[in-house]
């Protein structure tokens, strides 16, 4: 069950968490320090120097005193640049998924979270997940932009048509937390929601080969690669060589015509499948058919996964 | 301010017609060129919107009272947050303070018998309201459900709604902000009275111009994201749809880069507002009137560099974000300046507390909320969890709300006397205006809350944990609309039985006052002529000491 208790803070299901949540206090504290002291000021001044007070001394002063004003400068703007690095180391850990995580790979449309488990298992509007292990979420929308939001694990990224949108997270409870789209995305945007089951790895191991016959993301893509005979051009035995071979593109550098270079990541892969015009490898002619409208979301997820699991790291 | 002469001769003379007399028909003010005449006109049709937005938002804070959906369809709650984005921000907000109190105020303050292109003013007045038809043709139609931020490729691929309508009507009322921005850029610099030099100027006209600049430099920008939704959703010419060969993040750089300096749009001229009243009713003058001055500039020059503070986790690289966030630090110091100096204004005064006061003391403590929260939303890994959430909800309502309507409302009652010649119940303004902070606080503080507990906007429904936080804001919300009941009864109800009123009730400092109540359509008898800095209380006071305010 979904604890449904009144709190005032959300509760903290993931590493990530109690790092946000304690930069928020020290913003809280901020934020309390200097709203008590201008409402102090303000009451105490309105009381001290109402009008009808005569006895008080009202001897006008300079009318600005520039040290007053470059320490209401200087201060703030330390403090903030302080606020800013914090929340900016944060940030960057945030998104960048450490390596060896765990891989998901999340499909979202108006208005469902579908989920695939590296083992192949599929899922609907609730996300299975281990204990203590990093999971790496792979996203994209078939459609709109939508948004995924964890509140628990303080984890929130847009998911886009047209390119993969990643994010992370390690739960450190198990339980099940809300999972929210966040970014409006239509009618029923608010009853696009489900929840993120955080299980003992044992447990979820067990879940993992429940279900139906399960077969990987690779696996598929690689059956895939065959009907769809890429095989022919792509793979090093074909004869002749007319597409750049695949084994160990993924993650490398590569050289474009003209010279520039490219990190071969999802993105990249997606986009040579469905504009294979765009970007050309060094030494290959533009020959390859687009496959837009011929492979759905899912199976260039499949796709990409089988060309990455040629790659070694 | 003004030399001693000029302010004796108007109160001795008898006063030609005043702008009001001036001509009782239709015709007369369809027609008129006279500034404060078209003030009256944006001021009855912004009120107009006002009402509509407002209602709006009432049946979403009634429905938002259980979890589940029950007053009205999801379709129609979708509309109805959307409507009330669209009208409050685009046909309230943003002509709020600078058309009307702007289009009055800015020429008597600067002593000139008119804006500079007193035409130009008029069809600034009908191209708003040309716009605000197209927007309501779309409400009566069928409305539109993209929220008022139109992200794409929703808007423009798949909202099955009056998206066209709408994006219409806010791109021609665009040009009503052009438009009053050019008027009041070139009054500035060319019909300041006789030695009305730039640093004996009223803060209020600092700010105005200020925001002029922002409506003249980014409101096209919004015009061209609005114009591309179109070529993409009629023609299909593919910009922000990935299937047509678009960009979605496109769109938000760009709408952002309209949106956010628009926050300063509503926001700067409130500030101008509270500077005028807080040395008032202070009877000094501000503390570091050329700090505050300044720091209208600076935030119009920062407000174009943090728009994509608004795209944390839209997919924005990480590093755009980190140059973004400390960018939008940076625009934090100046508000931060001001405040400062507000307050440090109030040491040595001699302070009074009429309505006006009271709502440039609210502003400042709400504005100072609503600014501090900013700080959240700017420090990257804070917002990635509050982002969308309605902690973005209550941290703009405390600037946009807490902050410029109070400011509004505070330079309303302010000006009312001026406007009108006649004198509002102070009582019962008091009263609202307190009842106004109250209620604000009621409605928007537990949001706060909310939004960190995870609660997204724009849900219609919600986890049940969310409900008690959700029933406080929403009875908040009806002592809120109780609130802004008042002013609006109580000030139609002044304009026949209100005291009549004097032409400078607060003893006030600024050309504005020098002239009678309700001012005569040529302003001044004769050019005012300035000998002195702006905000000379002592002087006023130590003229006629025993002068009343109510």
């Not at chain 1, 390596?99 to 579908?114: F, I, L, N, S, T």
């Not at chain 2, 600078?98 to 600067?110: C, D, H, K, R, T």
């Not at chain 2, 008022?148 to 691929?157: E, G, I, L």
């Not at chain 2, 959240?376 to 990635?384: G, R, S």
Request: aromatic share 14%; net charge neutral; hydrophobic share 45%.
């Amino acid at each position: 069950m979904i604890d449904d208790g009144f709190r005032l803070l959300p509760e903290q299901a993931s590493t990530h968490a109690p790092r946000v949540d304690l930069l928020y206090f020290f913003l809280l504290g901020l934020a309390v320090f200097f709203t008590v002291l201008i409402a102090a000021l303000i009451i105490y001044f309105s009381i001290k120097y109402r009008s009808s007070n005569r006895r008080v001394d009202r001897t006008p002063g300079s009318g600005h005193a520039l040290v007053l004003e470059i320490a209401w400068m200087v201060i703030p703007f330390l403090i903030s640049m302080t606020i800013f690095g914090w929340g900016a180391t944060l940030y960057f850990s945030a998104f960048r998924p450490p390596a060896g995580a765990m891989e998901v790979r999340v499909v979202a449309k108006q208005w469902m979270w579908k989920f695939q488990h590296p083992n192949g298992r599929r899922e609907i509007n609730t996300l299975h997940a281990p204990l203590g292990q990093p999971v790496k979420l792979t996203m994209i929308s078939e459609d709109v932009i939508h948004s995924l939001f964890v509140p628990a694990f303080r984890v929130k990224r847009d998911v886009l048509p047209g390119s993969y949108a990643t994010c992370w997270f390690e739960a450190t409870r198990t339980g099940k937390f809300h999972l929210f789209c966040a970014e409006y995305c239509g009618t029923n945007h608010s009853r696009m929601t489900g929840c993120v089951v955080v299980m003992e790895p044992a447990e979820y191991e067990a879940w993992l080969g429940g279900g139906l016959a399960n077969e990987s993301p690779a696996v598929a893509g690689k059956r895939l690669f065959e009907e769809l005979r890429c095989a022919s051009c792509h793979m090093p035995e074909a004869d002749p060589v007319r597409g750049p071979p695949l084994q160990n593109v993924y993650g490398h550098e590569v050289i474009l015509k003209g010279g520039p270079t490219v990190t071969a990541d999802e993105n990249y892969l997606r986009e040579s499948i469905l504009r294979p015009g765009a970007k050309i490898v060094q030494g290959y002619e533009p020959i390859m058919p687009s496959f837009d409208g011929q492979v759905d979301e899912e199976q260039l997820i499949q796709l990409i996964s089988y060309i990455k699991s040629l790659a070694t790291p | 301010m003004p030399s001693p002469s000029t302010a004796g001769a108007v109160s001795n003379r008898t006063p030609k017609r005043d702008y009001l007399s001036a001509g009782y028909t239709v015709r007369s003010w369809l027609l008129t060129t006279d500034h404060k005449r078209i003030a009256i006109l944006y001021l009855l049709s912004i009120t107009l919107f006002f009402v509509i937005g407002g209602l709006a938002a009432t049946v979403v804070r009634l429905d938002l009272m259980t979890p589940q959906a029950d007053l009205v369809e999801t379709e129609t709650f979708n509309k109805l947050f959307t409507a009330h984005g669209v009208i409050m921000v685009f046909f309230f907000l943003i002509p709020s303070i600078p058309a009307v109190l702007g289009n009055f105020i800015v020429p008597l303050m600067l002593g000139a018998r008119d804006l500079a292109f007193p035409r130009l003013n008029l069809l600034s007045w009908y191209v708003y309201v040309l716009g605000g038809l197209f927007t309501v043709y779309a409400l009566l139609a069928g409305g539109v459900d993209t929220g008022w931020t139109f992200y794409a490729p929703y808007s423009s691929t798949y909202s099955n709604t009056y998206v066209m309508a709408t994006a219409v009507g806010i791109f021609i009322t665009g040009f009503s902000s052009i438009l009053t921005g050019l008027n009041f850029i070139v009054t500035i610099h060319k019909m300041r009275a006789p030695g009305l030099t730039w640093f004996r100027l009223p803060l209020f006209i600092w700010s105005i111009y200020a925001t002029s600049i922002i409506m003249v430099l980014g409101t096209p920008v919004l015009a061209i994201s609005l114009f591309l939704v179109g070529m993409e959703r009629l023609l299909g010419i593919g910009i922000f749809d990935p299937r047509l060969g678009g960009d979605p993040i496109l769109f938000q750089h760009l709408f952002w880069f309209y949106s956010h300096p628009a926050v300063y749009i509503m926001i700067l001229p409130s500030m101008g507002v509270v500077s005028e009243i807080i040395p008032c009713f202070c009877r000094k003058r501000p503390f570091g009137y050329s700090f505050i001055g300044f720091s209208s500039f600076a935030i119009a020059v920062f407000s174009f560099l943090v728009w994509g503070h608004h795209l944390f986790v839209s997919g924005q690289s990480i590093y755009a974000g980190m140059v973004f966030s400390i960018l939008s630090y940076l625009v934090a110091i100046p508000s931060a300046v001001k405040v400062f100096n507000w307050t440090a204004s109030l040491h040595k005064g001699s302070i009074s507390f009429e309505t006006p006061m009271l709502y440039a003391l609210g502003f400042v403590g709400l504005f100072t909320m609503g600014g501090l929260t900013g700080l959240f939303v700017a420090a990257l890994a804070v917002d990635v969890h509050v982002h969308d959430t309605y902690f973005i909800v209550a941290h703009f309502h405390y600037i946009m709300v807490g902050g410029a309507v109070m400011g509004y409302l505070g330079g309303i009652h302010f000006w009312w006397p001026k406007m009108t010649g006649r004198l509002y119940p102070e009582g019962w303004a008091r009263f609202s205006a307190i009842l106004i902070f109250v209620g604000f606080n009621l409605t928007f503080f537990p949001q706060y809350i909310l939004g960190y507990l995870g609660m997204p906007r724009r849900y219609h429904v919600y986890p049940e944990e969310f409900q008690v936080l959700n029933v406080m804001s929403s009875a908040g919300a009806s002592i809120l609309g109780l609130g802004y009941f008042f002013p609006l009864t109580y000030l139609i109800w002044s304009l026949m039985y209100g005291k009549i009123a004097s032409p400078n009730p607060w003893r006030a400092a600024g050309l504005e006052w020098q002239t009678t109540s309700p001012p005569p359509t040529d302003n001044f008898a004769e050019t005012p002529v300035v000998v002195d800095e702006a905000y000379d209380y002592q002087h006023i006071d130590g003229v006629s000491p025993a002068g009343g305010a109510t």
